[in-house]
């Protein structure tokens, strides 16, 4: 039985992690806003977007070390720090360039939020409620992120881009004032040394990736495009070498081999690409396609939303009862009729079929965000698990973040006139039911309930 105690410390790191989750994309609907008032580019401006999906998806990688290295309640407090810290200063910046510090020391706070929290659900609950224990962690990862954009959109309409960091500001301030009474230690520690050379190779190929997809704007630029996914490639592929040698790795990625650990990640990840492009291109669709405005956007986008964070407790409820596996296959069979539906709409489909088919997609979603997380980490030991989740978050950072700038590219070339069209979203959404296909294939193929790996 979980103590009341245990269940406040966990509502306080949900609240923490939401926080940081649904920063990451509240400043889509205000790049306009901040472009003008700091006199940047659009190419500039997103780079307060990628940094913070850059440098969160680093921190997750290291999360398991910290796990071990520091305490829960160090790490906590200290992540909420930075993330108070980074949104006071995005408060107060004078210019771009203290804006976009502020958003990376955001994220370096925010990066070990989620990992945390499923660490902790992980020890705290029993085997047979962690599909439960991980639908908490799936609300945030599904429900925040969707929500950031309808947020922001409101709250700049209303009182100015600066509005957003005031009301992360009170969030975190908040928690970090209850998070000082509520957190408790749990695991044990041990000293080891961090591979800071690892580290920087997995920047370096994590960083060459997101700056080669900037690059596929152009042919003039497919030079430097290949340079780039080349430097990534061969800086990812030595941190591989290093990690399979090393005694003690940063990222123990020998636990691939492990089939549900494999599985889970590379559905999630894919659920992840679908998700965060989702939410980029379908409001193109409707305000620059369709001609829309941008609170009709995020109306139509609510319910999806909303049902992310309803259903999420329901997934984890099903995922113990009959298995993950089970469920990511029904996840990814409603994910890819969410995303066909958007194939046949055009220009003057209606209001309520757009919420329909990004409401059906936001099922599939909150059922397999929750169902992956659990089939990955459900066949290793308790010592493995922190390992474990720091692949899968930090895989379905850098899937979600690197392809979904790969389909936006996709679906602006495929337009048939120099602006965005429906030609262009329909092939585009073509491509999202054929990943989805793709997460149905390994679905089925999926391990079922199995005994521990060591």
């Known amino acids: 039985m979980i103590s009341k105690k245990d269940k406040i410390m966990i509502v306080v790191m949900m609240i923490s992690g939401f926080c940081g989750s649904l920063s990451q994309n509240m400043l889509t609907s205000a790049l306009p806003s901040i472009m003008r008032d700091m006199g940047v580019s659009a190419s500039t401006g997103q780079w307060l977007t990628t940094s913070y999906i850059l440098v969160m998806g680093i921190i997750t990688a290291i999360s398991a070390w910290m796990f071990f290295r520091f305490t829960v309640r160090q790490l906590e407090l200290c992540s909420l720090g930075l993330f108070f810290f980074g949104c006071v200063m995005a408060l107060l910046a004078p210019n771009f360039g203290i804006l976009l510090v502020s958003r990376i020391i955001q994220a370096c706070g925010a990066g070990i939020t989620i990992p945390l929290l499923q660490i902790v659900v992980l020890y705290i609950y029993p085997k047979n409620m962690q599909g439960r224990a991980m639908a908490l962690t799936g609300i945030i990862v599904g429900f925040a992120p969707a929500l950031g954009p309808t947020l922001s959109g409101v709250l700049t309409d ?49 960083t060459a990736f997101m700056l080669g997809t900037g ?135 209606s209001v309520f079929s757009i919420a329909l088919f990004y409401a059906i997609r936001s099922a599939g979603l909150a059922f397999l965000i929750t169902a992956c997380t659990a089939l990955a980490v459900e ?19 850098m899937m979600g973040a690197l392809f979904t700038a790969v389909l936006v590219q996709v679906s602006a070339a495929a337009s048939l006139g120099p602006a965005l069209d429906m030609h262009g979203m329909h092939i585009t959404f073509l491509a999202m039911t054929a990943i989805s296909a793709a997460g149905i294939l390994t679905s089925l193929i999926a391990p079922p309930r199995k005994s521990v790996v060591k």
């Open 215 to 349: 690059q596929m704007k152009s042919g003039s630029s497919l030079l430097r495009f290949a340079a780039l996914l080349a430097l990534g490639a061969a800086a990812l592929a030595a941190f591989c070498v290093r990690q399979n040698r090393s005694s003690s790795p940063l990222l123990k990625i020998s636990l691939l081999k492990v089939r549900s650990v494999s599985s889970g990640t590379f559905m999630l990840g894919l659920a992840y690409i679908l998700m965060m492009s989702g939410t980029v291109l379908v409001p193109l669709y409707i305000q620059t396609v369709s001609g829309r405005s941008a609170t009709m956007s995020g109306l139509i986008l609510l319910p999806g939303s909303l049902l992310i964070a309803l259903l999420s407790p329901v997934s984890g409820r099903i995922s113990d009862r009959f298995g993950a596996r089970r469920v990511c296959v029904a996840g990814m069979i409603t994910l890819a009729l969410g995303c066909l539906g958007f194939v046949f709409f055009d220009t003057e489909s």
């Open 379 to 397: 066949g290793v030991s308790l010592d493995n698990k922190p390992h474990a989740t720091a692949i899968l978050n930090s895989l379905r950072q």
């Open 158 to 206: 209303a009182f100015g881009w600066r509005s957003i960091f005031v009301l992360l500001l009170i969030m975190s301030g908040l928690m970090l004032l209850a998070g000082t009474f509520t957190i408790r230690n749990v695991g044990e520690q041990h000293r080891s040394r961090a591979d800071l050379l690892s580290l920087f190779l997995y920047t370096v190929g994590f």
